[in-house]
């Protein structure tokens, strides 16, 4: 059941906005999330999604970017992963 893993959400939540930041560090326009859910504008979502998956980071396009989920498979360290993995912006 979700509520019992409430504890989660907020571990959930810190990465989402960790992998924000990390993105924004390495100069991607983001929005601090408010939820566990990262969307990253990019000019081609499709290669974007090719791209992280030959480096194992799972991604889903959207018209106009990629979104990323953080959940409890998650840890700090593959945020950071993610966050290494993301092609540098055009």
Sequence with gaps: MALDRQDRLADDHEHALLLAAGLADRGWKTVPPQTN?????VDDPADTVVRLRQ???LTLPT????R???HGDV???DILRAVNAFPPPA
């Design 37 to 41: 859910i990262v969307v990253v504008p």
């Design 55 to 57: 480096a194992e980071i």
């Design 63 to 66: 018209d106009t970017g990629v």
């Design 68 to 70: 990323m989920i953080t």
């Design 75 to 77: 840890s700090r360290h």
